[in-house]
């Protein structure tokens, strides 16, 4: 796959996916999207395609697709969807016209919302709540990018049948968030957000400071396992492989 | 029974990252301990099958260096014999003559070695293996086996790892331990292309059981691989001279055409050595291939102390025994505690498991009970017995596994 095709799944599934925790985590958000009754799928030629659902202040995201839309904005190639997200071109709406003010005024307000938490300043990172939001969106687009590294990027694809089968469970304490991988041994995963049952490794972050410094990276992680203040156990080639997927994360999203 | 703390450890180590990358870095980084507070970073000293961490903590050391301590900490022969050379010459402008007694010496032992050429690490020499096979078969490819560990040069690294490039590891084939057929299939494909097959005697990589080899396995790799014109490369790093003075080809009855040797070879001076048959002594010669430190005296004259000693003191038959009575008592005492350990691997080296989770989580909270109890257990790598280790040290131990299955078993969320 090329480097803008495995952009394209990192900025689709891994990062926009992030509004159907934003949410829950940010009440803004979910003022934002109170009154919203409204379905948005983003379609790249070629096939890679998602949906989000607005509906009853909630959000839903789905990919691949199954549900119709009301609004369908379609990109010509990965290198399209990416200058979207970078705000140097537009999507060719091919339905929807009618919702072209929502698309314009109101959808906006939310991707800004998002924005704004995945680009932590000094300041920003003075404030607690807002660490917490930044630290779980992070982690959040990890596992979440971690699913489609294995897919298509040249050396996740490499990494992904080298790892036993079994699900990792990265958890900050202590309350959260809390996040999971399950490997399915043959080169695949899945990801979703919470607890997961008899995990077969654990990566425990001793705090939200913690986990927002490795995420941000400020943080020597070998260190701070040595020191505690990150605590694995558990299955650890699992972890270690996955320290190596997510590092393939920056090289795509910076 | 006292349990250890590590104040000066964790001093020292936060001292250390400010100095080090990753403060200690590589195989004996802390981050597979788990967990981590229960095992010590530094030591102070050590003697015999002991060390003392920078604590004070005493452990009965069952990593060894992880390898390289096969008579014991601070061997009186082997210290005297490199104490002896290095007063007279160790660094120097020309070699040694020490570098041919050691060859000889080789020779003489190990059914395979028809010349033996020396460097300081494993790597060094499995490095000078496959650039011998390609050398001689013209050849690029080298079969290996999928988890097979033969040190960290580009090649030998898993995809994805930092510093390695996807053309690093083109001419590296990964199959299975064990299985005939993936070796004939990669054959089939690639023969021509073939230099050579490399792995470890038997099979022993970390965070999984090891296994050793089928019956007939390596007879078959030999017969397959010369019949398509490779060579046969013996990785004998980390069990070399622990299960046969004449190379670990010997116990499993098959003859390679090279065997990389380094750890136990000298006792923890730092020394590896490729060893080969007569066929290749040319090519061998015309692989270039060096190191600044590649010739220092001191070592070959430990390695010919080191392996007179396991001679005289029939080193493999007595770490086999030594093994034996240890896994013997830890499987026991865990059957008394409810729970069910498995050894593999070779019982000079054993990796031990407790199976009665899937996860391993059982047996790294029971390691590290008996680390912090001076039996310095890691959970994810065999271990390994020396010739110091006694029956008083193996009983000594066998308590502490004992107070370490109950402390186990109190804790919550370890039931077998």
Same mark, same amino acid.
């Given at each position: 796959?090329?480097?803008?095709?495995?952009?394209?799944?990192?900025?689709?599934?891994?990062?926009?996916?992030?509004?159907?925790?934003?949410?829950?985590?940010?009440?803004?958000?979910?003022?934002?999207?109170?009154?919203?009754?409204?379905?948005?799928?983003?379609?790249?030629?070629?096939?890679?395609?998602?949906?989000?659902?607005?509906?009853?202040?909630?959000?839903?995201?789905?990919?691949?697709?199954?549900?119709?839309?009301?609004?369908?904005?379609?990109?010509?190639?990965?290198?399209?969807?990416?200058?979207?997200?970078?705000? #140097?071109?537009?999507?060719?709406?091919?339905?929807?016209?009618?919702?072209?003010?929502?698309? $314009?005024?109101?959808?906006?307000? =939310?991707?800004?919302?998002?924005?704004?938490?995945? $680009?932590?300043?000094?300041?920003?990172?003075?404030?607690?709540?807002?660490?917490?939001?930044?630290?779980?969106?992070?982690?959040?687009?990890?596992?979440?990018?971690?699913?489609?590294?294995?897919?298509?990027?040249?050396?996740? #694809?490499? +990494?992904?049948?080298?790892?036993?089968?079994?699900?990792?469970?990265?958890?900050?304490?202590?309350?959260?968030?809390?996040?999971?991988?399950?490997?399915?041994?043959?080169?695949?995963?899945?990801?979703?957000?919470? =607890?997961?049952?008899?995990?077969?490794?654990?990566?425990?972050?001793?705090?939200?400071?913690?986990?927002?410094?490795?995420?941000?990276?400020?943080?020597?992680?070998?260190?701070? +396992?040595?020191?505690?203040?990150?605590?694995?156990?558990?299955? +650890?080639?699992?972890?270690?492989?996955?320290?190596?997927?997510?590092?393939? +994360?920056?090289?795509?999203?910076? | 029974?006292?349990?250890?703390?590590?104040?000066?450890? %964790?001093?020292?180590?936060?001292?250390?990252?400010?100095?080090?990358?990753?403060?200690?870095?590589?195989?004996?980084?802390?981050?597979?301990?788990?967990?981590?507070?229960?095992?010590?970073?530094?030591?102070?000293?050590?003697?015999?099958?002991?060390?003392?961490?920078?604590?004070?903590?005493?452990?009965?050391?069952?990593?060894?260096?992880?390898?390289?301590?096969?008579?014991?900490?601070?061997?009186?022969?082997?210290?005297?014999?490199?104490?002896?050379?290095?007063?007279?010459?160790?660094?120097?402008?020309?070699?040694?003559?020490?570098?041919?007694?050691?060859?000889?010496?080789?020779?003489?032992?190990?059914?395979?070695?028809?010349?033996?050429f020396?460097?300081?690490?494993g790597a060094d020499v499995t490095n000078m293996a496959v650039m011998v096979a390609r050398?001689?078969?013209?050849?690029?490819?080298i079969?290996?086996?999928?988890?097979?560990?033969h040190?960290?040069?580009?090649?030998?690294?898993?995809?994805?790892?930092?510093?390695?490039?996807?053309?690093?590891?083109?001419?590296?084939?990964?199959?299975?331990?064990?299985?005939?057929?993936?070796?004939?299939?990669?054959?089939?494909?690639?023969?021509?292309?073939?230099a050579g097959?490399i792995?470890?005697?038997?099979?022993?990589?970390?965070?999984?059981?090891?296994?050793?080899?089928?019956?007939?396995?390596?007879?078959?790799?030999?017969?397959?691989?010369?019949?398509?014109?490779?060579l046969v490369i013996v990785d004998?790093v980390?069990?070399?001279?622990?299960?046969?003075?004449?190379?670990?080809?010997?116990?499993?009855?098959?003859?390679p055409d090279l065997i990389a040797?380094?750890?136990?070879?000298?006792?923890?001076?730092?020394?590896?050595?490729l060893v080969g048959?007569?066929?290749l002594?040319?090519?061998a010669?015309?692989v270039?291939h060096?190191?600044?430190?590649?010739?220092?005296?001191?070592?070959?004259?430990?390695?010919?102390?080191?392996?007179?000693?396991?001679?005289?003191?029939?080193?493999?038959?007595?770490?086999?025994?030594?093994?034996?009575?240890?896994?013997?008592?830890?499987?026991?005492?865990?059957?008394?505690?409810?729970? %069910?350990?498995?050894?593999?691997?070779?019982?000079?080296?054993?990796?031990?498991?407790?199976?009665?989770?899937?996860?391993?989580?059982?047996?790294?909270?029971? !390691?590290?009970?008996?680390?912090?109890?001076?039996?310095?257990? %890691?959970?994810?790598?065999?271990?390994?017995?020396?010739?110091?280790?006694?029956?008083?040290?193996?009983?000594?131990?066998?308590?502490? !596994?004992?107070?370490?299955?109950?402390?186990?078993?109190?804790?919550?969320?370890?039931?077998?």
């Amino acid at each position: 796959m090329s480097y803008d095709t495995v952009k394209a799944h990192l900025n689709l599934n891994a990062l926009l996916r992030n509004l159907e925790n934003l949410y829950t985590l940010d009440q803004e958000t979910a003022s934002l999207i109170q009154s919203w009754d409204m379905a948005v799928r983003f379609t790249v030629l070629g096939g890679l395609s998602a949906r989000l659902g607005f509906q009853n202040g909630t959000c839903t995201y789905q990919s691949p697709v199954q549900d119709p839309a009301d609004v369908v904005l379609c990109f010509l190639s990965g290198r399209h969807l990416n200058a979207m997200f970078e705000e #140097r071109s537009n999507p060719i709406p091919l339905k929807g016209f009618k919702h072209l003010g929502f698309l $314009k005024n109101e959808f906006p307000k =939310v991707t800004k919302r998002l924005e704004y938490f995945l $680009k932590p300043t000094p300041a920003l990172l003075e404030d607690e709540a807002y660490v917490r939001v930044n630290t779980a969106l992070s982690l959040y687009i990890a596992v979440y990018s971690v699913c489609e590294l294995l897919r298509v990027d040249p050396v996740g #694809r490499q +990494i992904g049948p080298q790892m036993p089968a079994g699900t990792l469970q990265l958890s900050v304490l202590p309350d959260g968030p809390h996040a999971y991988i399950r490997y399915d041994g043959r080169g695949g995963a899945t990801a979703g957000i919470g =607890v997961a049952e008899t995990p077969s490794a654990v990566l425990t972050f001793e705090s939200c400071q913690t986990a927002n410094a490795l995420f941000n990276g400020k943080l020597d992680g070998f260190g701070a +396992i040595a020191l505690g203040n990150i605590k694995m156990r558990g299955l +650890i080639p699992l972890v270690e492989n996955t320290n190596v997927i997510f590092d393939r +994360i920056p090289v795509y999203l910076q | 029974m006292k349990t250890y703390t590590y104040e000066n450890s %964790t001093a020292l180590f936060k001292r250390a990252v400010k100095v080090i990358p990753c403060g200690v870095y590589g195989h004996f980084s802390p981050a597979p301990y788990v967990p981590v507070e229960a095992y010590p970073f530094f030591s102070d000293r050590a003697r015999g099958a002991r060390f003392w961490d920078v604590d004070g903590n005493e452990f009965i050391d069952y990593m060894c260096a992880y390898g390289p301590m096969v008579l014991g900490y601070a061997h009186p022969e082997v210290d005297a014999a490199f104490l002896k050379q290095h007063a007279e010459s160790d660094a120097n402008s020309v070699a040694s003559p020490r570098m041919v007694e050691l060859a000889e010496l080789l020779v003489d032992r190990i059914p395979t070695a028809d010349w033996a050429f020396f460097a300081r690490n494993g790597a060094d020499v499995t490095n000078m293996a496959v650039m011998v096979a390609r050398s001689a078969t013209g050849r690029k490819k080298i079969i290996a086996i999928k988890g097979g560990y033969h040190g960290t040069t580009p090649w030998m690294q898993a995809p994805g790892h930092h510093g390695i490039l996807e053309e690093d590891l083109q001419h590296v084939i990964r199959i299975p331990w064990n299985d005939i057929k993936a070796l004939e299939t990669v054959i089939a494909e690639h023969g021509p292309d073939i230099a050579g097959f490399i792995a470890t005697p038997y099979h022993h990589p970390v965070f999984a059981d090891n296994e050793l080899p089928a019956e007939g396995y390596w007879q078959k790799v030999v017969e397959l691989l010369h019949k398509n014109g490779s060579l046969v490369i013996v990785d004998d790093v980390r069990a070399g001279f622990r299960l046969h003075l004449g190379g670990s080809c010997e116990r499993y009855g098959f003859k390679p055409d090279l065997i990389a040797f380094s750890k136990a070879i000298a006792n923890g001076y730092a020394l590896s050595s490729l060893v080969g048959v007569e066929s290749l002594r040319v090519d061998a010669a015309k692989v270039f291939h060096t190191g600044s430190f590649w010739f220092c005296a001191g070592s070959f004259a430990a390695a010919m102390a080191c392996l007179k000693e396991l001679q005289r003191l029939d080193g493999a038959n007595l770490m086999e025994s030594l093994g034996k009575q240890l896994t013997d008592g830890i499987v026991s005492l865990a059957s008394s505690h409810g729970y %069910t350990m498995k050894v593999s691997g070779e019982l000079a080296m054993p990796y031990m498991r407790i199976t009665d989770d899937n996860n391993v989580m059982l047996q790294q909270a029971w !390691c590290s009970e008996c680390t912090k109890r001076g039996a310095f257990f %890691t959970s994810h790598h065999n271990w390994f017995l020396s010739t110091a280790h006694t029956e008083a040290d193996i009983n000594h131990t066998l308590d502490i !596994c004992d107070e370490a299955f109950k402390a186990l078993k109190n804790s919550s969320g370890a039931q077998p």
